[in-house]
């Protein structure tokens, strides 16, 4: 049997009855205990404004990888603003960073997409890129597509959306139904939307190791590579509205 319990909790009310050293100030922090097979396990969200807190910034500059997404009001870049950032490393803990309208910097985020030492993973990276740039004038470097890569290593199907790939490669079904929504009601966001836009993040990094895995066993992964190496360009482009320019 599988259960899971969720509350919020802040660490000045808290910090007398519960092990802190995990919990961070300033931003909002859900624990979630589940219990799968008899065991259980801990996971933590934090939530922020505009950037990151200075502890978080510490924790995800020491990780190998970041798997980052984004969520905005619509698709096109300019006039659809950036709303959310989800950042989520290689131990599972987890951001989502609201952007409030006019905000145009996040000083910290931007020094953790720009290092180079550090992996940044995306599904669908073209749009994530673009929007990170031309909202917060962010330059990420070191990328991997888990889309760009799926369609490399998984060529024995067309299904290469984040659902099919993690339930194919992982076996965990993910809700999409809040992809289409009001992102821009920062204050409001519902659970379904927090619990959509973490697990957007949670499973990206277990993802790429699997399709890096087929993508050398197949001798994909240096290809690969120089595609996650053009996606800079591509976003560009497409934040210039410049559009199939490769095609005849």
């Known amino acids: 049997m599988n259960f899971y319990l969720e509350f919020c909790i802040n660490r000045s009310t808290f910090s007398e009855?519960?092990?802190?050293?995990?919990?961070?100030?300033?931003?909002?922090?859900?624990?979630?205990l589940k219990m799968i097979k008899n065991e259980i396990y801990s996971e933590e969200i934090s939530f922020c404004e505009n950037d990151l807190t200075e502890e978080l910034f510490k924790a995800y500059k020491s990780s190998k990888y970041l798997a980052v997404d984004t969520e905005a009001m619509g698709l096109y870049h300019g006039r659809d603003r950036l709303c959310l950032v989800q950042i989520c490393n290689e131990s599972n803990l987890i951001s989502c960073i609201k952007i409030e309208i006019g905000n145009r910097k996040a000083a910290r985020i931007q020094n953790l997409l720009e290092d180079n030492k550090i992996m940044k993973i995306f599904h669908y990276a073209r749009f994530d890129v673009a929007a990170l740039k031309c909202n917060l004038t962010i330059e990420t470097h070191n990328i991997f597509c888990t889309k760009i890569a799926s369609k490399l290593a998984r060529t024995y199907t067309n299904k290469h959306g984040l659902k099919d790939l993690i339930n194919e490669l992982l076996g965990i079904e993910l809700d999409k139904s809040s992809q289409s929504s009001d992102w821009g009601n920062e204050d409001n966001l519902s659970q379904d939307q927090l619990n959509y836009a973490a697990n957007d993040v949670k499973y990206l990094i277990k993802a790429m190791e699997k399709l890096t895995l087929i993508l050398k066993r197949e001798k994909r992964y240096e290809i690969a590579q120089k595609c996650f190496t053009a996606i800079p360009i591509h976003s560009e482009l497409d934040i210039q509205n410049f559009i199939n320019i490769f095609e005849h």
Do not use: F, G, P
């Open 17 to 32: 009855n519960l092990n802190t050293n995990n919990l961070l100030s300033v931003c909002t922090k859900k624990i979630v």
